[in-house]
């Protein structure tokens, strides 16, 4: 740890616990701490997503009879509902981290929250089109 | 407008004892169109409670001394109007500023952010973005050149309260440094830039921010700390240094930490 | 490299201990600013264009296996016949190697918040790590198995 960092800490401890959560503190009046918060929110689900998918996956290896019979259960409502609310958190995820990338790049730096509404507004859009391609086509 | 009654719920935290710390309310007379929330306090110390403990200094913004929290929102008090806070029955709720030790009541402990910005060091003085043209009665064409004036930070801290990872990272530069840092390299001033961005191109420095721009939206003083955060980072996968930074090792070259 | 040996000034010309409390690791003297430049900035652009590819990648992944198929799932022999194809395999590939690479720098980024000591977080950076090569390895493994496989 570098000894200027330590210094601007000034002998201020932050528990575990508090740094495990202290992103999940509410900010209301920052909109940036929404888009933070949902960022991270929706790469913990889609992180968990992918274990998941993984473990699915794995039944390929045993072959056609292993495989073919989970389709019934994965073309069922529930996970066609689950399968749109995934693209949602994934959307989001990617328009989020999209404009994590151009803040950084200078773009948009005046209109970072006008930037989430924006990210809002699409990934609700692309979810909304994904969900009437799976749930109803 | 006439004078009324307001509440102030004051955070009071005795020097040393955290233990016993909690909200008091105190109750002074105000004109909410003439008075600053700073005059509330000092009228509470001096009318109610002598003990009370808090900052204050030129009382026209250009210390930052008295940075509190009002109603959980980071000002300075000097210069916030009772009337653009106080909705005319409520109490008012003021606490010091986050994300800092507190020595008591109001009053945080600054000298670890102030070191740090000191340690840079950050010039204070700085040129002026326009140019200065002096109107004779002639043909007006005068021009006194580059003027000077001072940094627009205050070093009050705002941003540091402000900020949500700050709030989960004691190691974290934060903005009021990082911006600082910016400033050095945007204006070096003889200056060692590279050691500058040495300083600030860490897991703690620049890359920590999440880009919530929360300390932006709250400095009083046209800083844009989150602004000047990101151009550091931009500078970083760029390269693009004033000539000065010559002593700067590429990202990714690593080193070992201090 | 820059040199940064010599000791700063003080602020304010104050003595040397003032923050309240102890400060471990600080030198009781001037406040010398070290060098703490890492490799945080190569890891953050690494996940910036790792994600990025995962936007393309992600896309033609979802196209593929959900879209260009009736009933938007694909059976075993279906699998099988859109995996044999070259493009097909590559650009698959390739989406489980920027997920993990993405997913991996992210996880650490969130476990250097929570873990304070540096030698710590070098061992859990490396089990990240481990973990996503075993998975992509486990990824290969699979494919390799699926299209071997014979009725």
Redesign the interface.
Known sequence: MDDISRQVAGGRQIGLFRRATYWLEPRWRDPGWLAFAMNRLTGVIVLGYLVAHMVVLSQLAAGPSGWDSLLATFGSQPFLVGDTLLIGAVTFHALSGARVIMLTFGIGTRHSGALFGLVLLVSAGLTAMAGWAILFR | MPETRIRLRIWRQPAGARERAGFETLEVTTDPQRDMVLDLIERAWAEVDRTLVFRHACHHASCGTCAVLVDGRERLPCVTSVQSVWDGHSPLTLKPLRNATVVADLAIEPAAVLAAMAALPLPYVRTVEREVRECSGGDGDGDVGTAERFEDCLECLACVSACTVAGGDPDYLGPAVLAAAQRIVEEPRGQDVGRVIDMVDSEHGVWQCRAIWACSAVCPSNVDPAARIMDLRRRLLTGDWPAAATTHAPAGSGASHG | ????QRP?????GRPDS??????????GSS???????????????IK?IS??L??VF?GLH?IAQ??LVP???R???S?VDYLRQPLALVTETLLVAS?LVH?AI??RT?A???V?N?GTLRVVSVVIALAAVA?FG??VW?TI??LS?S?
């Not at chain 3, 490299?1 to 940064?4: D, E, G, H, I, P």
């Not at chain 3, 003032?18 to 400060?23: E, M, R, S, T």
């Not at chain 3, 406040?31 to 652009?45: H, K, V």
């Open positions: 490299m820059s040199t940064l700063v000034r003080r602020y304010l003032i923050a309240p409390g102890h400060v471990p690791g600080v030198p406040f010398e600013a070290r060098r703490a430049a890492d490799r945080t900035g190569l890891l953050w652009l910036a994600g990025g995962l936007i992600l979802l959900h879209l009933g938007g799932l059976d075993f022999a699998v997920v997913a992210a996880t969130f250097a918040e929570l304070r540096a998975t486990y990824t699979l198995s699926v496989w009725a």
